[in-house]
């Protein structure tokens, strides 16, 4: 059985799952109940500054039949008192002593203000101590959060404020509404700040409702910029994670990565594990289920470690970050073509239309006696569901054409019905970076470039 | 009339609900969108499935009404009425593995839309000054009627009967189609500019050559004829199975429902008096077929249906004779038959074994075995095909301008009101180009 237990930057907890600093986290009775869930640890619901919140600050993004595809919100940090959250931290310390507790925090910005903050926080017995720098609405209004992370100087100097007194491990967490991720995060590491976490909200407007014409969700007849999160930021997230992955000076501190950004199942967690977290924290899948679905995280988990042999999280942590790449280093050799399984197929034609509408044109329909077919070929006076099956042609890759570009596998609702088959490449391997020191000109000049092609058997129809 | 077990089994109204919003939503949202669908394949008058099923899940439902009507005049009638699972449903791919998409109550939510509150969606057509007469006012009439107008043409639809619909309105049982939907779809068909004359009897008053004079072309949808007569003793006794649904529709004051009835036939139609029967309170129903299961001309699912409804079977049994007393209906003799060589219909022929007479106690009878030809074929001098009135390619008949299509025409295939709808749609086509062309 994998041992899902972690030690980050000193932060022990019994699984990598946290709680991120949100609702779920906004007080001792909803953690007491999380605990009993089986979560590894929790960030407290930001503490900090004086605010008051409005209705209808969660909006969702729906598509087709899924629910809460993302959740956008205008909540702001703990509206509950100051000294009743450090009274909750300290109860739910002492009840949970295995368990992680981190205390997000966010206050004006002024080094005493930090400080003050910093010495309460750790008078509870917290474990550590996580500085919101990505709230995006509302706090960053009044220069908190994401005007902060998306300074690398404020953030380098208010982390430096805190780190003046900070006795228990300091993660730094980011916003990812900026152009890039690493500046911030080396600002961080500058501070010697303990860790980073991940991504926090990225800045949206949910939509409009088509029927009053008024933002969703509507306060009051107004709308505006949300924080977004939930299933729909975990691509973004990744990219991000990865990102501070590759930096030589973010990755060479050594600064263990939280990652946090749309991970609602165990195969995420290990995604982000993969790409170099070394903690995780969830938030939007709680708020759709509930504390409850700790219980497959860590189970799923811990069978797929389990199957590929990783004993602990430390062994998977950064497993796949060396194969992040930039488009210049990939093997423009590499050759991969789409094959239909024709027992699997369905005959949706989906990957048909995506192809000849949007891509290549190299699937064709082929009717019974293997001849190519336009679609729609059938009488007028034809139906009937044996006439409707029986008649209906085969999508077939035309190989030869096929560019490999993935699409038709993308679309396919069959699993494994369409495949990427990697052929052995018929030129020698070559990167753009090679090519363009090498071959200069035929990165340059276009007629060079077809040269190029004819040379090397390139056809591109 | 009262069930063992006390009160009606679920009485006649419509089987199934409409669907609420959400659930035609995650319905539409299931469908795959597939590209050349095999579901508009499989529809024979070829409504884009997909696009109006896409239109349901954004929201669109005028659109998708529309969709729907462009291909399908009486969209409203085949949601309800289509044997779903031999086509469209039939034929959709998530029907291998999973539940193919419920198409026909799909489609059934965007009409109730438009009947419900959405505007009328077709215009008549600018004038063309031509003048067509369509005769019978079923799916067929109706939808030829429909389609010339939206092109312009003057149509003048002739009913033998009180009301329009035909089948629709007189011979689909409540539970599939209430009266108020057919009706509905004459109403929205007169708007087109159609007028309607009903309680006329074509062939009689007026003559077919008065509308040929009158008329730049006819379209016959007339149909089939009545039940013909088994030719058994104590016939008199026994209640024609249109008939029977038609009461059950439009006047169940008439409608008399036996405590043990026995239905002659195994079609759609015989099925739907064995459901009337069960569901307004025959304690026993028993079907009575001279061929065996696999020869019914039932859909599977009617029959899959009808057992469901605790209806029993006789097959293999001839009917030979009514047995009343007083002028009671008292039981059914039939005898068993085996089944010999392939007869006209292309189905084994039954053979009557000597000496096997069964007596079905009964006190109702109802027959439904089909129905005879069109009459008007051979008033007309027609040419025919096993009797329906046959028509080339573009639904004309051996006389030049008199066209016809719907079950009058059906030689081949299974009778049904899509088929209809479709026939009525080429047709109009067929004859606006006649007109256009030799204007």
Known sequence: ?461 | MKDSWGGNRGGLQELLPPLTIHEAAVEAARCLMCFDAPCTHACPTHIDIPKFIKKIATGNLRGSARAILESNLLGATCARVCPVQELCEGACVLGSEHKPISIGRLQRHAMDYVYGKGPDLFQPGKATGKRVAVIGAGPAGLSCSGELAKLGHSVTLYERRALGGGLSTYGIIVLREPVEIALAEVAMVQRLGVRLESGKDVGNEPSVSDLQANFDALFLSVGLGSTPQLGISGEEFIIDGLDYIERSKLDQSRLTVGNDVVVIGAGNTAIDCATIARRLGAERVTMVYRRSENEMTAYPHEYDFVKREGVGFWFLAQPVKVHAENGAVKALECVRVQLGAADSSGRPFPQAIPGSAVMIPADQIVKAIGQHRPSLASQLSLATEKGFIRVNADFETSVTGIFAGGDCIRARGAASTVMAVQDGKLAARAIHKRLVNHG
């Not at chain 1, 998306?150 to 404020?161: A, K, L, S």
């Not at chain 1, 969700?217 to 997230?237: F, L, W």
């Not at chain 1, 796949?320 to 488009?327: G, M, Y």
């Not at chain 1, 990167?431 to 058997?457: A, F, H």
Request: glycine share 8%; proline share 5%; net charge negative.
């Open chain 1, 1 to 461: 059985m994998a041992d899902l237990s972690i030690n980050f930057a000193g932060i022990r907890s019994p699984n990598p799952f946290w709680l991120a600093s949100a609702p779920p986290t906004n007080s001792g009775a909803q953690v007491h109940r999380a605990f009993e869930a089986g979560w590894g640890g929790a960030v407290w619901k930001t503490i900090g500054a004086p605010v008051l919140n409005v209705s209808n600050r969660y909006g969702a993004w729906h598509f087709g039949n899924q629910k809460m595809l993302a959740i956008n919100n205008v909540e702001l940090i703990s509206d509950r008192p100051f000294d009743v959250n450090l009274r909750e931290i300290a109860d739910v310390k002492r009840a949970w002593s295995d368990r992680a507790v981190i205390v997000s925090a966010m206050v004006e910005s002024r080094p005493e203000a930090w400080h003050d903050v910093i010495r309460r926080i750790q008078d509870t017995g917290a474990d550590g101590i996580e500085l919101n720098y990505g709230c995006p609405h509302g706090m960053s209004e009044r220069g908190m959060g994401s005007a902060v992370g998306q300074v690398p100087e404020y953030c380098e100097q208010i982390t430096g404020w805190v780190m003046e007194v900070a006795k228990i491990p300091v993660i730094v967490k980011l916003t990812p509404n900026i152009s890039d991720i690493v500046m911030p995060a080396r600002a961080a590491v500058a501070a010697k700040a303990n860790a980073i976490s991940l991504i926090n909200t990225v800045n949206s407007i949910i939509g409009v409702d088509l029927e009053t014409l008024e933002i969703t969700p509507n306060i009051g007849g107004r709308g505006g910029h949300g924080g977004y999160a939930g299933p729909a930021v975990k691509p973004i997230a990744l990219n991000m994670l990865a990102a501070l992955g590759r930096d030589s000076i973010v990755h060479g501190s050594g600064l263990p990565i939280s990652g946090m950004g749309g991970i609602s199942t165990w195969r995420d967690a290990a995604e982000f594990l993969l790409l170099g977290a070394s903690s995780l924290q969830v938030c939007t899948a709680v708020m759709h289920y509930g504390f409850r679905i700790i219980e497959d995280l860590c189970d799923g988990l811990s069978n797929w470690m389990d199957e590929k042999g990783f004993a602990t999280i430390a062994d998977v942590a950064g497993r796949s970050l060396h194969r992040v790449s930039d488009f210049k280093d990939f093997d423009l050799a590499f050759k991969a073509i789409a094959r239909i399984d024709q027992q699997k197929c369905i005959r949706c034609d989906l990957c048909y239309v995506a192809c000849n509408d949007t891509a290549h044109q190299c699937i064709d329909l082929i009717d019974k006696n293997g001849c190519v077919v336009p679609p729609g070929a059938y009488d007028v006076c034809s139906n009937g569901k044996a006439d409707a099956v029986g008649m209906r042609p085969r999508v077939v890759v035309r190989e030869e054409d096929c560019v490999g570009c993935r699409l038709c596998f993308n679309v396919c609702p069959v699993e494994d019905c369409i495949a990427m088959l990697e052929l052995p490449p018929d030129r020698p391997s070559v990167t753009w970076d090679e090519l363009s020191t090498k071959q200069r000109e035929v990165t340059e000049d276009w007629n060079k470039m077809m040269q190029y092609r004819e040379k090397m058997g390139i056809h591109i129809h």
